[in-house]
């Protein structure tokens, strides 16, 4: 299997939370591109994507991936269902522990169609992110990536299926975290701090 998210410290943070399962064999890790070896399961981590559904079509549309599931906290039922009507073969929450995140991923290896809403306690939170060693929650961190990239207030609400007044309460928190109180210095905390997805540091 392979991981995919434009974040190494996503990746790889992922990656520890798989790595205790001797049933998967994972053969790739990549940020900012897709797998270059044929795979039998793409775990594309949608942390930050602005464009997932274009991010699927792409992977479900490359023959040399057999499967793909999706990692994401995004799960309101109207997200899930477009996702799994495109054809992914897994959406998984990242609410859930490592092992059932493992267990997913192999009963999609399987052949099940798998979605797994499973909630752990809300304290918890899975693998890794920018910012998280300067105290940025997951959450807090995707939104501060967007803006980052110059995403607005407006488009993170759409992209991440939460409302602007959840959007501007991520904001207010993180922002108390980076020690900021505008935009402009959240950008330039965020460059500072790997909050820009490998592909547009090359194109930097």
């Known amino acids: 299997m392979a991981i995919v998210n434009d974040y190494p410290v996503v990746v790889e943070g ?3 939370l798989l790595a205790h399962d001797r049933r998967l064999n994972l053969v790739e890790l990549d940020a900012g591109m897709d797998p270059k ?3 039998d399961v793409v775990l594309f981590d949608a942390f930050s994507q602005r464009q997932i559904d274009d991010d699927i079509a792409r992977l479900l549309g490359n023959p040399k991936y057999r499967r793909l599931v999706v990692y994401t906290w995004h799960t309101k039922a109207e997200q899930v269902s477009r996702a799994m009507d495109a054809g992914i073969h897994g959406y998984v929450s990242k609410a859930v522990d490592a092992q059932t995140l493992c267990d997913a991923v192999v ?6 169609q798998v979605i797994e809403p ?13 910012g998280r060693e300067e105290g940025l929650s997951a959450r807090e961190s995707e939104v501060v990536s967007m803006i980052t990239q110059g995403v607005t207030n407006e488009e993170i609400a759409k992209a991440c299926y939460l ?4 959007v501007k309460s991520y904001i207010r928190s993180a922002y108390r975290k ?3 109180e505008r935009r402009s210095q959240a950008v330039l905390w965020g460059v500072e701090h790997g909050m820009l997805p490998v592909r547009q540091r090359r194109e930097v």
């Open 178 to 180: 980076m020690g900021v």
């Open 118 to 130: 499973k909630p752990v306690p809300e304290e918890v939170e899975a693998g890794n992110w920018p």
């Open 163 to 166: 409302s602007i007044n959840s």
């Open 107 to 112: 009963r999609v290896h399987g052949g099940e």
């Open 14 to 16: 992922v990656a520890q």
């Open 37 to 39: 070896q044929s795979v």
